[in-house]
């Protein structure tokens, strides 16, 4: 069982909501009206017991959070709690409960080096971002690895085969996959995959007195037009903020705790204006699929201009997380006097700590006059439907849904023909499709026309090209019959079609015949269009695990574990292989 939210969501003007919000909405501890609640934001306190009593603390030692359950990522909100080690790798990690080991997995992204254990509670808990595993597990895993020579590893267990009792060291904390310094990632799942909000349940005993700060709260001007809606910035320069008619709030917060230098999540946002309830999130406990929609609760344009991310009151009508949303006129204010008035933004940690910021609003329709242009640009394309946007050359097909509200995308040709890199002739124009505004919630497909010359059919690709003209790939599938090039892309911007040709870069810091100290290699491996497709470490002739950190492009090879006799010459052998088939292969001699 999961949290539950109830619901409000009431699409009214904001007159008719003044007068409804006195009667409808009691009057909280911080004299502000507040949309009703049902135990105590629904969360199920048996549950929380059940979680606090059943599960230990999984590492021997941690230095406060790094990260806690709900901060905004992006893409997805962050579902766990990130442990910080105070920089050193190696910390014990143990089983939070009795249970089995049911899920290893090794890969240069995501977790990295992930173990995961069944409980028969029906919880699953997940430790993340690991250096390795306890020498039972680690020598179960380098069999298969030189079984299948192949160091990435996917792998479920039955129920039987790995059993754990509570306390039992299963790990050491590290620094693997896409983790951005050494710290345990520690999650739990619920019977549904849902991920658990630890906080909640209260495991970690901390105290925090501390509220969340409020960095930054901005103001949005908005109005109907011609079927979506236009947005446009409002300056916010004067005491009192001169506002459009209509408009919504745009909020930049993090928590705070004593003893931790990170910026932690905020457990619930809301806003009111004059003393009445306009807009509350609370996060609660976020099912993964729905946390992907975070990009429709935040404001795409501030993120672009401010690299920070702010919880916009304005909600999409595709947007999944109205199940914890509660918002009067779908978060828009509209005011219908010059008056003034106040706006208050309201921020809760999950300990229940509060932080309040105050801005007093008037409506002055002279500034905004020209805000909102006479006509739209580009093609309109509906949210709710598949849109399929074809230019002489070109076409975008949107699926169903892959917008999270109505826009108008201009697609545009920047140029007939485009070199995009040294040394590979044109081979299609430069076209700009959309804003970078806008977020994506399904990948689009883009077809292009473009002639390719044979020499390069099998490294051709449809590369996005960024600022300065620097390029990544998209992959791609061209057609020699109608000369196309298509391929998926997960967000606007500008495209063409080119070829690499360059093969990836192999640097080893190990002159040849030179004696090796240590007990490892290390290698940097980049591939700086296509990106690197597969890699293979030999020693003497026989395959060598080599593990990929993706942060770094770094292939550490244990020699530990490489299975070849000490004190010997040995032949190393490195083949790096690019997406599009082009190879690199090192040869170094050396003495272990």
Known sequence: MYIRFYIKRVALSYVCATLCLSVLFSVSSYGQGTFSQENDQGVDYARQKEVTDRFIVPIETYGGFAGTYGELRGDHFHCGLDMRTNGVEGRKIYAADDG???????????????IMVTHPSGYKTIYGHLQGFASKYKKLIAEKQYKEESWRQYIDFPPDSLPVKRGDLIAFSGNTGSSGGPHLHFEVLDENDVPVNLQITRIFNLKDD?????????????APFYGTLYTFPVSMKKDTV??????YVAVDAYDVMAGTPGKLAVYKYEVFLDGNPVFSFTEGNIPTSTGRYIASLLDHPLRRSTGRYYVKTQIDPSNK???RIEAVNDGIITLEDSLVHEILVVATDVYGNISRQRIKVSRTDSVFADAVPFSPEGDFVSWDKENKLLKDGFSLILPEESLFRNAYIKTYKVKDSYVAQDKVPAMSALWRCGDGDIPLHKSATITMKCDIPSVY??????????AGGYLSSCGGTYNPLTKEMTATVGSFGSFCVTAD??????????????????????????????GIGDFRAEIDGHWVIAALDGKTSTLTIPLGDARIAKGKKHLLVVVVEDNVGNKTTVRKHFTW
């Open 501 to 530: 040709i360059t093969a990836p870069e192999v640097n080893i810091n190990l002159k040849e015949g030179a004696t090796v100290k240590g007990n490892t290699l290390k290698l940097v491996i980049r591939d700086r269009l296509s």
């Open 210 to 222: 501390d509220g969340p700060t409020i960095r930054d709260v901005r103001l949005v001007g908005c």
């Open 242 to 247: 001169a506002v459009p008619k209509s408009f």
């Open 457 to 466: 059919l099998d490294k051709a690709i449809l590369a996005r090209v960024g």
């Open 321 to 323: 997380l109205v199940d």
């Open 100 to 114: 089995y080991v049911s899920r290893i997995t090794i890969s240069p992204w995501g977790y990295g080096n992930m």
